[in-house]
C-alpha cells in the first residue's frame, strides 16, 4: 500500500516532502480505488490539499508509474488523466524539468517487484540523474 500512502503525503504533508513517486497505486482520499472510481473528484482534492497548503505547482513534483496490465492500472490511469486536466496546479510533462506530474506507463508490465524496480530506477534516474 505505498502508493495510497505515498498520495496522502502528497496530500497532508507537503511542507515536509516536496518530490513523490508512487507506483502502481492510486489514491484513496475519496475512498478504496477512487483513482478509478472517482478520478475527478480525486485529483480536485489532491490539488485542493496543494492549494490549502499554501503552495504551488513549482513546489512539488510527481513522478507516478505502472504498467498496463498492472492491477492498479484501472485506477491510476485515470486519476492521472483527471490530474492532467487541473494544469492550474498539476503541470504534465514527458520532458524532464518542463512540469511537476510525469508518468511512466509501461507497456505489459504487471504488479511485481521487477517491474517496481524498474519503476524506481527510472524515476531515480529522470529525477536525479546526470545529463
Same mark, same amino acid.
Not at 8 to 19: K, P, Q
Not at 35 to 51: F, I, P, Q
Not at 116 to 122: E, G, S
Given at each position: 500500500? %505505498? ?12 511542507? #515536509? !516532502? ?6 502502481? #497505486? ?5 475512498? !478504496? ?7 475527478? =473528484?480525486?485529483? /480536485?482534492?489532491?490539488? =485542493? ?8 505547482? /513549482? ?7 505502472? %504498467? ?20 492550474? !496546479?498539476? !503541470?504534465?510533462?514527458?520532458? /524532464? %524539468? ?24 527510472? %524515476?531515480?534516474?529522470?529525477?536525479? #540523474?546526470?545529463?
Amino acid at each position: 500500500m %505505498g502508493s495510497v500512502t505515498t498520495w496522502y503525503v502528497f496530500h497532508e504533508f507537503l511542507d #515536509g !516532502v516536496s518530490t513523490f513517486m508512487p507506483s502502481s #497505486g492510486d489514491s484513496w482520499l475519496e475512498g !478504496v480505488q477512487a483513482g478509478g472510481s472517482a478520478s475527478e =473528484e480525486t485529483a /480536485k482534492r489532491l490539488a =485542493e490539499g496543494v492549494l490549502e497548503s499554501g503552495y504551488g505547482a /513549482k513546489d512539488f513534483q510527481i513522478y507516478a508509474a505502472t %504498467g498496463t496490465e498492472d492491477i492498479a492500472y484501472p485506477m491510476l490511469n485515470p486519476q492521472i488523466n483527471a490530474m492532467k486536466e487541473l494544469s492550474d !496546479v498539476f !503541470v504534465f510533462s514527458e520532458e /524532464k %524539468g518542463q512540469g511537476n506530474l510525469y508518468y511512466n506507463l509501461a507497456e505489459g508490465r504487471s504488479h511485481d517487484w521487477k517491474s517496481a524496480a524498474d519503476y524506481f530506477y527510472d %524515476g531515480l534516474l529522470f529525477l536525479y #540523474g546526470m545529463e
